[in-house]
């Protein structure tokens, strides 16, 4: 006998009533992007693999190790997305969008990433993020860490922490390499083996290693802070007062540089201690030489990423699993003569009320149908059998107060009164 197939590993099965907190988490993710200006942008599970290694770069952990790459039946080499930005800037290019101004856009989707499994940590992951392009002062990435403080803070995560940082920019970026390399070299035959390949070709990706042996190195090296070009320094000053001024509390964290090579100046971080150790809520920054580096004009863009299943782990660690309020109504049918008027009555239930309506067409006690209904979460019954249509009635049964009402067995139109009257 066979084995069963299950699903791959670093993947799982989104299920009901799982489902129902996702949705929700969704519909505030879609409101909240709304209100702040921003349109929601999809783009395709896969792309040309090329297209994160110029993006996102060759020394990253993403490029180096954890991309689910392959050749097609076209020997093209083709990558699962592994993160949001550089597709939603190639879908810009490739659409003529940059060319129209500004731009405000919003993802929910999966990334794949190879990397070992663990609770919180998935192969095929999704995130939540926001890409705003065409405008390279401090008030673009004062609004979107705005937006992201306001998912965080109006879900209760109250030891939420802001962390900031700036990495500067082209003018600035090489003197802070050379700082680095000076800092290292002396150290390199110390550093873990990731570390020692990237000293030369990417010395800032160090900063970013989570290795033991490298974290000596990395406590010691020296921060942006001194070798800042002015404009980079009254950039980070700028955001730094807007933040007081909306009173969005936050730390400079001179160790933050993010993951990607795309990023420039401005790099945050939300973390929270919700799941016991610190973790990273969420992250991004500014890339201002990402759209350059595909083959566009030079564009300023600033933008985060928020991992789905982490926040809803965040969640539910501080909330519980919530059980969501009873809604709709279940449709009973005691027999099959029964079953033949309540069908169709069911259909055109379905088409006037907002609310869910159940059925279930096997032949059961009324017991039984009713503990379907307290499964399907249901608020009322319509039960209907031999002796409710000899009386051309139907029983209309609240399954929070456990009580009946018994109502003419007339048009679906009335039903739909008698059940807007019970939920107000």
């Known amino acids: 006998m066979s084995s069963h197939i299950t699903a791959p590993r670093g993947t799982q099965d989104i299920l009901p009533p799982t489902s129902a907190r996702w949705l929700a988490l969704e519909a505030r993710i879609h409101d909240l992007a709304r209100r702040f200006g921003y349109g929601e942008i999809r783009t395709p599970i896969f792309e040309s693999t090329d297209l994160f290694i110029r993006g996102v770069g060759e020394t990253t952990d993403i490029v180096e190790k954890e991309m689910y790459t392959f050749l097609d039946k076209g020997e093209r080499s083709i990558t699962l997305r592994p993160e949001f930005t550089a597709p939603v800037m190639r879908a810009a290019l490739e659409h003529k969008l940059l060319a129209q101004g500004p731009q405000r856009w919003y993802y929910v989707g999966p990334i794949f990433r190879y990397e070992r499994p663990q609770k919180g940590r998935y192969r095929q ?61 002396p150290h390199a035959d110390a550093l873990s083996a990731d570390s020692q390949r990237r000293l030369e ?185 031999s002796d409710e249509l000899a009386a051309g009635e139907i029983v209309l049964r609240d399954l929070e107060e456990r009580s009946d009402r018994r109502i003419p067995l007339g048009r679906a139109g009335d039903l739909a009164a008698a059940l807007g009257e019970e939920r107000s």
């Open 125 to 185: 992951a999704h995130q939540f993020g926001v890409e705003c392009t065409g405008h390279a002062g401090p008030e673009a990435d004062f609004e979107v860490i705005s937006l992201a403080w306001e998912l965080v803070r109006s879900h209760g995560i109250a030891d939420a922490v802001l962390n900031i940082n700036t990495i500067g920019d082209d003018a600035c970026r090489p003197r802070y390499r050379e700082a680095l390399l000076a800092h290292f070299r």
């Open 201 to 385: 070709k990417n010395p800032l990706r160090i900063l970013d290693s989570k290795d033991d042996r490298d974290r000596p190195f990395v406590e010691s090296a020296p921060t942006f802070e001194s070798i800042l070009c002015d404009a980079c320094r009254e950039h980070f000053a700028a955001l730094r007062a807007y933040l007081d001024a909306a009173n969005i509390p936050y730390v400079v964290n001179p160790k933050i540089v993010r993951g990607l090579d795309y990023y420039s100046r401005t790099v945050f971080e939300i973390i929270s201690g919700v799941l016991g150790a610190q973790s990273t809520v969420c992250g991004g920054g500014r890339y201002d030489g990402l759209v350059a580096s595909l083959g566009g004009p030079a564009t300023p863009a600033v933008g985060f990423a928020l991992g789905i299943e982490r926040f809803l782990m965040m969640l539910e660690a501080l909330h519980g699993e919530s059980v969501a309020p009873r809604a709709g109504v279940q449709a009973v049918a005691l027999g099959a003569q029964a079953r033949g008027v309540l069908v169709p009555l069911a259909t055109e239930l379905r088409r006037m009320l907002a609310q869910p309506v159940f059925m279930d067409y096997e032949d059961r006690k009324l017991l039984a149908h009713l503990k379907i209904a307290d499964r399907n979460g249901a608020r009322f019954a319509l039960i209907l059998g």
